[in-house]
C-alpha cells in the first residue's frame, strides 16, 4: 500500500513540473515571439530612415571638388552667381599665380567658373590700422634674396590673396621705379632745353633783335612766306587752275 501511494506521488509531481515547464515554455515562446516582431518593426523603420537619407543627399549633392581646385572654406570672400541666381560664397577656387583666381558656386559639376582678382580684405571697422613698419617695406621693395623669402612667407599663410598682393606691390613698385628713372631723365633734357632757351633769349636781348624787328610787333596774323629762296606759295584760295593749251596757258 506504501509503494502504491509512493509511486501515486511521484507521479502527481512529475505531471505538475511537466505542466510548469510546458506553461514557462509557452510565455518564453510568446516573448521570443514579440521580441522577433519588435526587431523586423524597427529594421523596417532603419531601412526606410536610410532611404529617406539617401534621397535627401541625391537631392541635395553637392559634386565633387573639380580638378586642381581647392576648398575656398571661407578663405577667400568671392560671391558668385548660384544656379538660383543668388549671389554666394565660392566653395572651390584654383590660385591662377596673376592675382586671379578661378571660382565656382559647387552647386552642379557644369556650372560656369568665374574669374576674380584677388584682393586683402580691408575693414577698417575691426580695429586701429597702423601704417606698414619700415622694415617690412623695405622687404617689399627689395629684390633677390630678401624678396623671394618675404613672397614664400606669404606664400605659406592662409589667405591666398597675401602672396598675391606682395607679388602685385613689388611688380608696380620696380615699374614705378623704371619710370621714375625716365621721369628724371626727362627732366633733366627740360632742364637743359630751358637753359639752351634761356641762352638764345639773352642773345637776342643783348643784339636788340626784338628792337630791329619792331615793325612785325601785332603781326600775329602774318599768313605771308618771308622772301628767301624756294619760299613761294604754290596754291592759291579760289585761284583758277589753267590748264595746257586753254586760255591764259601756254599755246
Not at 104 to 122: G, K, M, N, Q, T
Not at 221 to 232: A, C, M, S, W
Amino acid at each position: 500500500m506504501e509503494d502504491d501511494s509512493l509511486t501515486d506521488t511521484t507521479q502527481a509531481i512529475a505531471h505538475g513540473l511537466i505542466a510548469t515547464i510546458r506553461c514557462r515554455s509557452s510565455v518564453a515562446d510568446q516573448c521570443l515571439a514579440e521580441s522577433r516582431r519588435q526587431i523586423n518593426q524597427l529594421q523596417g523603420t532603419v531601412h526606410a530612415r536610410e532611404a529617406k537619407i539617401r534621397h535627401i543627399r541625391n537631392n541635395n549633392a553637392t559634386p565633387e571638388m573639380p580638378a586642381n581646385y581647392e576648398c575656398n572654406g571661407g578663405r577667400v570672400d568671392i560671391q558668385v552667381s548660384s544656379h538660383g541666381g543668388e549671389n554666394i560664397i565660392a566653395k572651390w577656387i584654383r590660385v591662377m599665380g596673376n592675382g586671379e583666381v578661378l571660382a565656382r558656386a559647387s552647386e552642379r559639376a557644369d556650372e560656369p567658373e568665374y574669374v576674380v582678382s584677388l584682393y586683402l580684405p580691408s575693414d577698417y571697422s575691426q580695429r586701429p590700422t597702423a601704417s606698414l613698419p619700415h622694415w617690412f617695406l623695405e622687404l617689399l621693395q627689395a629684390r633677390g634674396g630678401a624678396y623671394h623669402t618675404l613672397a614664400e612667407a606669404a606664400r605659406g599663410l592662409e589667405h591666398p590673396a597675401a602672396f598675391t598682393e606682395v607679388e602685385r606691390y613689388n611688380r608696380h613698385h620696380m615699374r614705378h621705379a623704371e619710370l621714375e628713372v625716365v621721369r628724371r631723365a626727362i627732366t633733366t633734357d627740360i632742364d637743359k632745353e630751358d637753359d639752351m632757351l634761356q641762352g638764345i633769349e639773352h642773345r637776342m636781348e643783348a643784339y636788340g633783335l626784338h628792337e630791329r624787328l619792331a615793325t612785325l610787333e601785332g603781326r600775329m596774323d602774318i599768313h605771308q612766306e618771308l622772301p628767301g629762296r624756294n619760299n613761294f606759295i604754290t596754291c592759291r584760295l579760289n585761284s583758277r587752275r589753267h590748264r595746257r593749251g586753254g586760255p591764259g596757258g601756254p599755246l
